[in-house]
């Protein structure tokens, strides 16, 4: 079994990142700007938004974090992304999910210029994605095709079943991996909470993505021996062996199924840190498309 180690590249690229942000220094330009809004108090949100900007702050990029309270105005959302959108010095924007019922998730992520659109949620990027045209690809299944990439994993012609069909994993990670590229070429199934018979599915597949937001959900009778195993979920789970009181856990069994993988990520420490890598990659993209438009 050979661990992913999302952390470990996530390290890799953010040196690669660096040394992009002295090129522009070099070049009398500033540097990249992300910017995220936050609404409300949601541990886990907050615990997202700090790690991406404590990720922008060891590169080099600026960051901005806009915070409002769980009663906040939709409106009040609006007007401040429309400000984002037509500011010049912010490359990226986020609305950090999710959102709080009376805000309409749709329609605020939507309203984020698809220019500066750096978690790929936009119905532009998401068409553009589908059709193989340049766009920003949604980070988390962006950073699962750069983990199978860095590990030289073939995916031509296998077996790959996707479970969850979020707009921001589970649909677009099928859609990349089927694609006519390096990684994906794939013969992809989505499974989801309609689907019968899930176990000879997984037991088929030659790859799984497991994006369905059930603590250790995957387990190892599931799964054909080999089989290489992504994990997207993560939850707190109380914990008496842990100082904090809890663990964090995937929707994979991780103890009890990875001597049973060829390839498997860790929670914490797998799909986790490559989201993070992917938005800095996004915001940087972003940058240079909008730095040097007005040169
Ligand atoms: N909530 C859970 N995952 C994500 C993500 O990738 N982006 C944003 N904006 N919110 C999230």
Not at 95 to 111: A, G, K, M, R, W
Not at 191 to 212: C, F, G, P, Q, R
Request: aromatic residues 4%.
């Amino acid at each position: 079994m050979i661990l992913l180690d999302g952390k470990a590249l996530l390290s890799k690229i953010k040196l690669s990142l660096c040394k992009e942000v002295s090129l522009l220094k070099n070049d009398n330009k500033r540097p990249p700007h992300l910017a995220a809004i936050l609404v409300g108090d949601n541990p886990a949100s907050q615990t997202y938004v700090n790690a991406k900007i404590k990720a922008c702050n060891e590169i080099g990029f600026e960051s901005t974090v806009i915070n409002y309270s769980t009663n906040v105005k939709q409106d009040v959302l609006l007007e401040k992304i429309k400000d984002v959108n037509d500011s010049d010095n912010i490359d990226g924007l986020i609305v950090q999910l999710p959102l709080p019922n009376h805000i309409d998730e749709h329609l605020v992520t939507h309203s984020i210029s698809h220019k500066k659109d750096v978690d790929g949620f936009h119905p532009i990027n998401i068409g553009r994605m589908v059709l193989g045209l340049d766009c920003f690809l949604p980070a988390t299944p962006f950073g699962i095709i750069s983990l199978l990439d860095e590990y030289n994993i073939a995916t031509s012609g296998k077996k790959c079943l996707v479970i969850g069909r979020s707009h921001i994993v589970g649909t677009p990670m099928s859609i990349l991996m089927s694609r006519n590229t390096k990684i994906g070429n794939a013969t992809v199934t989505l499974a989801h909470s309609k689907t019968k018979n899930l176990d000879s599915l997984t037991k088929e597949a030659d790859i799984i993505i497991v994006a369905i937001g059930v603590p250790t959900f995957l387990k190892s009778h599931m799964i054909k021996k080999n089989a290489i195993v992504i994990d997207v979920g993560i939850h707190r789970i109380p914990s008496q062996s842990n100082k904090s009181g809890y663990k964090l856990v995937g929707d994979v069994d991780f103890h009890e199924l990875k001597e049973k993988t060829a390839y498997i990520t860790p929670v914490p420490g797998g799909v986790g840190p490559m989201t993070i890598a992917s938005l800095l990659q996004n915001t940087l993209y972003s940058a240079k498309k909008i730095i040097y438009s007005h040169t």
